[in-house]
């Protein structure tokens, strides 16, 4: 890479990876206070879930008016346009009294940093491009190492019997400032695409987007759920509580961090088809466990299995021919992240009648779904 080159594209990298630290931050704060929330609002689990559907839906209807203004403007400046509201939902979310003012501010919260998440993966898949090595799964890898410092930040501060309107009235400003910070190293340019067309996914994508949508409905699930299941099953305290999903985000940031190489040595589809069945290992584990160790061990192994989809399904789209890396990525996360609309009202209404055991079986099933498709993860423009 030329040195002029280079002394544009590292900062950059650093910039962005800063920045997936702290989007993985805010919401491993966040999934780590549902139980708290839960309790303090006084929410069943179907009230819950409603109430989470919120964050699934403001990030569905932003994704795809997302993807059209980053090819307008730049992901750079998308970066520092949604970082406000982000910011800002946090209060709102600290301050909800009930479910339906918790579900208004979670639609803030998912809109925001919907839009945000792809801004940073666009900016991510243009730093990919110059230089030459894949860097999305680290990238990702950052941000489930975020997730679980905010778990555990947030775990921490439970035990401390803090409470979640004083940790995020601080935490907002910070997050506001630190981000804002971090997108000056970011690539500029990449916008000037005339008119607002928004992105949609091809026939190539459809598969990439199911294999997405799949991975990211158990993920969201065990992040929202997982808390709830070791309390109201096990009757685990607070703190044991709220570390559910910093066990999945641990083994995921591990998986992450590692992804590419791995990615490199075997090949996109088998890794893909490897990491389901892994997933389904673990999650088959949660389902049956009699204690909550053993819960522990299923969340390291789905987390694991879990890991790598997501960033090997975006490097499938940034690389199909005919779409910009940017709008090709939106277009899947859109149909993708539709897991975190459908996982939080599906798991909580299934809970209800079946239990938190049965209604984990449908993630399962999900799992061993993204093992058939695993070959969609290959070169797209060879296909």
């Not at 997730?147 to 947030?154: Q, R, Y």
């Not at 400003?173 to 910070?181: D, F, H, I």
Request: positive net charge.
């Amino acid at each position: 890479m030329p040195r002029s080159l280079l002394t544009l594209v590292e900062p950059a990298r650093l910039g962005v990876s800063i920045v997936f630290f702290l989007h993985g931050l805010s919401a491993g704060t966040w999934l780590s206070r549902i139980p708290s929330v839960q309790e303090q609002l006084g929410l069943g689990e179907a009230a819950l879930g409603l109430a989470l559907l919120g964050s699934g839906l403001g990030s569905l209807v932003t994704m795809l008016p997302a993807g059209a203004l980053i090819g307008r403007y730049g992901s750079r400046a998308m970066v520092a346009a949604t970082v406000v509201p982000w910011s800002i939902s946090l209060w709102l979310i600290a301050l909800a009294g009930n479910g339906p003012t918790l579900f208004g501010a979670l639609v803030i919260w998912g809109a925001s940093g919907g839009s945000l998440d792809v801004a940073m993966n666009a900016q991510g898949s243009a730093i990919q491009t110059l230089r030459g090595r894949p860097i999305l799964s680290s990238l990702h890898g950052l941000w489930s190492l975020g997730t679980m410092a905010g778990g555990a930040i947030s775990a921490f501060l439970t035990s401390l019997q803090v409470s979640v309107q004083i940790q995020f009235l601080f935490e907002a400003p910070l997050l506001l400032a630190s981000v804002v910070g971090a997108s000056r190293a970011m690539l500029g340019g990449g916008g000037g695409q005339p008119g607002f067309a928004l992105a949609r996914p091809r026939r190539a994508l459809l598969a990439l987007a199911v294999v997405t949508f799949c991975g990211v409905t158990a993920e969201g699930a065990m992040f929202d759920w997982s808390g709830v299941y070791l309390r109201r099953v096990f009757g685990a305290p607070d703190g044991v509580a709220a570390t559910g999903a910093v066990w999945v985000a641990g083994s995921m940031a591990i998986g992450r961090l590692v992804g590419d190489p791995f990615t490199a040595r075997f090949g996109a589809p088998q890794l893909a088809r490897g990491c389901a069945v892994l997933a389904a290992v673990g999650m088959a584990t949660v389902i049956l466990a009699p204690a909550p160790a053993v819960v522990f061990a299923g969340l390291v192994a789905l987390g694991f299995g879990l890991s790598i989809l997501v960033p090997l399904a975006f490097g499938a789209a940034g690389r199909a021919p005919g779409m910009q890396p940017g709008a090709a990525i939106a277009a899947v996360a859109t149909v993708g992240y539709f897991g975190f609309l459908a996982a939080p009202p599906t798991i909580g209404i299934i809970a209800e009648r079946l239990g938190l055991r049965g209604a984990f079986g449908l993630l399962l099933v999900l799992l061993i779904l993204i093992g058939v498709l695993a070959p969609a993860t290959g070169d797209q423009s060879a296909r």
